[in-house]
């Protein structure tokens, strides 16, 4: 019985999602993503409290998608949007849905400082290394030697500046409580990054601070592979640049849901 109610499960729309055809690209892991953040906010009863944020990128199309209340912000804006929305709502749930060429170059300063602050919001930051909306330039996380189109021969770092790990930066910021970094290549890691999902919702919910999760996702198109390849791509390229884990947690008496999801199999 068990088994079978883990199917339905599996096969049955989350109440926090339309129903709405995809318009993304074959192979993208935004469809993903936003699955596992339906199904983290039904299973917290917290579909009627949410306010979600996105800006401009492929994650504008979001409010596509979600079965709650979604607001679009200015390029790079969206944590400062995110911010005004939690300090008017302190009670709902606020996030920010934010690709890496958003976050990580024109919205820098914003979420440097919104990390610095403690703002009471939940980021989810999809690094999939490239402008994937605009034609596939070379975004602040490109790998070096990645082949982008602004860098045709492949990321130099004496040309093009180092991969920017932006997650662990912000861990250096006394107002972010919880940062880490998840994927979607395979099922077990789907698993645990929606653990890490849950885990930041749950630590906005106490007020404790600033909560991010990165997850490592595909762009097929930009990346020029099948959607197969390009989840072996994450898990044989840019894992080794981008470690997965939890990378802060202060709140120390919880279970590292990595260890707990692995623990699981």
């Given amino acids: 019985m068990a088994g079978a109610k883990k199917i339905r499960t599996l096969f049955t729309k989350p109440e926090s999602l339309k129903e709405t055809p995809t318009i993304y690209c074959p192979g993208c892991g935004h469809g993903i993503i936003h699955r596992l953040l339906a199904e983290v906010l039904d299973e917290m009863g917290a579909r009627e409290r949410v306010l979600s944020v996105a800006p401009v990128g492929c994650a504008v199309f979001a409010y596509h998608y979600f079965n709650f209340d979604c607001m679009e912000a200015p390029h790079g804006r969206t944590p400062v949007v995110a911010t005004g929305l939690k300090r008017a709502h302190p009670d709902c749930l606020v996030f920010s849905y934010q690709g890496d060429g958003d976050l990580a170059a024109i ?8 990390a610095n602050r403690g703002e009471k919001i939940t980021v989810i930051f999809v690094n999939n290394g490239t402008y994937g909306m605009t034609g596939g330039q070379m975004a602040p996380t490109t790998l070096l030697a990645q082949k982008s189109t602004t860098t045709v021969s492949g990321r130099e770092a004496a040309r093009d500046g180092y991969p920017l790990k932006i997650t662990e930066m912000l861990a ?12 979607i290549h395979s099922p077990r890691h789907v698993r645990i990054t929606k653990q890490y999902i849950r885990k930041a919702f749950e630590i906005q919910d106490q007020k404790l601070g600033f909560t991010l999760v990165e997850i490592l996702s595909t762009c097929p198109v930009n990346w020029k592979l099948s959607p197969a390849d390009s989840l072996r791509r994450i898990e044989e390229v840019v894992t080794k640049d981008y470690p997965l884990g939890i990378i802060k947690d202060t709140t120390s008496n919880s279970t590292n849901p990595s260890s707990a999801a692995l623990a699981e199999e």
């Avoid at 250096?172 to 994927?183: D, E, I, Q, W």
């Fill in 107 to 114: 919205g820098t300063a914003e979420i440097i400082h919104c």
């Fill in 172 to 183: 250096l910021t006394p107002g972010s409580v919880f940062l880490a970094r998840g994927s």
